[in-house]
């Protein structure tokens, strides 16, 4: 994955350094607000950057008769923990200082307590909520194009 990003950053960089400050922060606005929306819908269907789902939850123990009927990561997807930065050299979408704890548990399949009453701790699953796909390459060389071309 690195290295399509670097071919990416290859392809966009010369083209890039001929606009004004302003163009590229523009542009770097632009490509981030598209990428958080492409996380937060790809966190919404519950699928890794590969294409691949989500490793399902594990049964849980509940005192109660039912089961769980919230999706997972739910709130972390929402535009107020899922933040995009942009200047005129980079674009970033990261998650909020709140958030980025159990996102990064979830990313990199650390272990953690599982509430903070209980000293329950569990290894999670990785489950990478943020990452670039093949389409999220692909539309930021035709974002780029586009913004050229204008």
């Not at 994955?1 to 350094?17: P, R």
């Amino acid at each position: 994955m690195d290295q399509d990003l670097a071919q990416l950053e290859a392809f966009a960089q010369g083209l890039i350094e001929n606009l004004s400050s302003t163009a590229r922060k523009s542009l770097a606005r632009k490509i981030a607000v598209d990428l958080r929306a492409s996380q937060a819908q790809r966190i919404a269907d519950q699928r890794n950057p590969d294409g691949s789902s989500f490793e399902a939850r594990k049964p849980q123990m509940r005192l109660k008769k039912g089961r769980i009927r919230r999706a997972m990561f739910a709130k972390i997807r929402l535009n107020r923990h899922l933040k995009y930065k942009s200047t005129d050299h980079n674009a970033e979408v990261s998650f909020n200082s709140k958030s980025e704890r159990i996102a990064k548990v979830h990313q990199f399949g650390l272990r953690d307590r599982v509430s903070r009453i209980r000293t329950l701790t569990v290894q999670y699953p990785i489950r990478q909520l943020l990452g670039f796909t093949n389409a999220d390459k692909d539309h930021i060389k035709d974002t780029i194009i586009d913004h050229l071309a204008n």
